[in-house]
């Protein structure tokens, strides 16, 4: 495994601090915002971010009264017995050594402004369990594709927090026809140089389970650093 630096483990961990309304007091190895989980219900949630440095948590307090006092490791399975259950479990992949990859001739920078009908007709020819597994949005900053005979066949999408984080998350969608040829690595590896220029550099967020998408990151040297976890009661 790549060593990880800790200049950028740092910056991980800084810019997820940022989003949390948190002291710098710890109370059993937890930082806390009484406010985050409200971004995923309305009635009761727990967000939970766990990284090798550092874990912030989120709940109503309430809940937080009755959960603060459990190590990290029992919490889920106290959650639990709570019926709070966990809906998403995703781990965020970085690069922490990308002096290897360049930019790729062969793909396409393409944008809403002028591509607009183009990424319209692509995205319509994907299954909607297609676009819900890779989190494809049309509401993205940057855009590249592949041509296969003058056929769009896949379409990486990225966007930013601008003024709020140095990085930039990603989905990929690939046609059925054009699987297996190596087009999604190719477009990931292009997107490492494009964000280098932006001063940027990417995250790659992917459910636990998705083992092709982590074989993919993983290929061109990206390693797990952060997990992110949302309970909400069944």
């Not at 009761?44 to 971010?49: E, G, H, I, Q, S």
């Not at 009755?66 to 998403?88: A, G």
């Not at 494809?136 to 003058?150: R, V």
């Not at 494009?194 to 990151?217: A, D, F, G, M």
Request: a negative charge; proline letters at 3%; hydrophobic letters at 35%.
């Amino acid at each position: 495994m790549l060593k990880k630096t800790t200049i950028l483990s740092a910056e991980i961990d800084c810019s997820w601090q940022k989003q949390f309304k948190v002291s710098c007091n710890l109370y059993n190895g937890y930082s806390y915002d009484p406010h985050y989980w409200q971004k995923f219900s309305d009635l009761c949630a727990v967000f939970l971010y766990q990284s090798d440095d550092c874990t912030f948590i989120s709940c109503p307090e309430n809940l937080w009264d009755k959960i603060k006092h459990v190590q990290p490791s029992e919490l889920e399975r106290k959650l639990n017995n709570k019926q709070l259950f966990c809906e998403y479990d995703d781990v965020d992949y970085y690069l922490f050594n990308d002096g290897k990859i360049n930019q790729d001739d062969g793909i396409i920078s393409l944008s809403i402004e002028s591509d607009l009908e183009l990424l319209e007709s692509f995205v319509s020819r994907m299954s909607e369990e297609d676009i819900l597994k890779a989190d494809f949005d049309l509401d993205s900053h940057f855009f590249y594709g592949i041509f296969d005979n003058k056929a769009l066949v896949a379409v990486l999408a990225s966007y930013c927090y601008k003024g709020k984080e140095p990085f930039e998350s990603l989905s990929i969608l690939v046609s059925p026809e054009a699987r297996g040829k190596g087009y999604g690595k190719r477009l990931l590896a292009h997107l490492v140089s494009e964000v280098k220029s932006r001063q940027r550099k990417v995250r790659y967020r992917v459910n636990i389970e998705n083992t092709p998408s982590i074989k993919l990151c993983q290929s061109l040297g990206f390693e797990a650093y952060s997990r992110q976890r949302v309970f909400t009661p069944e």
